[in-house]
């Protein structure tokens, strides 16, 4: 009896509300260039989401073809070269 208090007393403490809820999905809006310049009350919270799933992805694809874009570049190379080195100074900051 005792443990299903405490799981009780956990979960009403570590809900969000309502609150939380429209104030993060206003951050969102904020961090989305498609969303940003809109008014917080004129798009829904689903929307938010799915424009940031949206980005998030893009993202991603954006980070897959520099990814290639740099491997093929690094391939293309000589290991002791100057733009080699130019490239592995990149990398590192």
């Known amino acids: 009896m005792s443990s299903r208090r405490s ?9 969000i509300t309502d609150d939380q809820i429209i104030d993060l999905v206003s951050k969102l809006q904020q961090l989305i260039p498609e969303l940003r310049g809109r008014r917080p009350d004129r798009v829904s919270a689903s929307k938010v989401l799915q424009e940031t799933c949206n980005y998030i992805r893009n993202l991603h694809r954006q980070v897959d073809g520099l990814s290639d874009r740099l491997c093929q570049l690094l391939a293309s190379t000589e290991t002791d070269s100057d733009q080699a080195a130019i490239i592995r100074s990149l990398l590192m900051e």
């Open 7 to 15: 799981r009780s007393r956990q979960s009403s403490e570590s809900r």
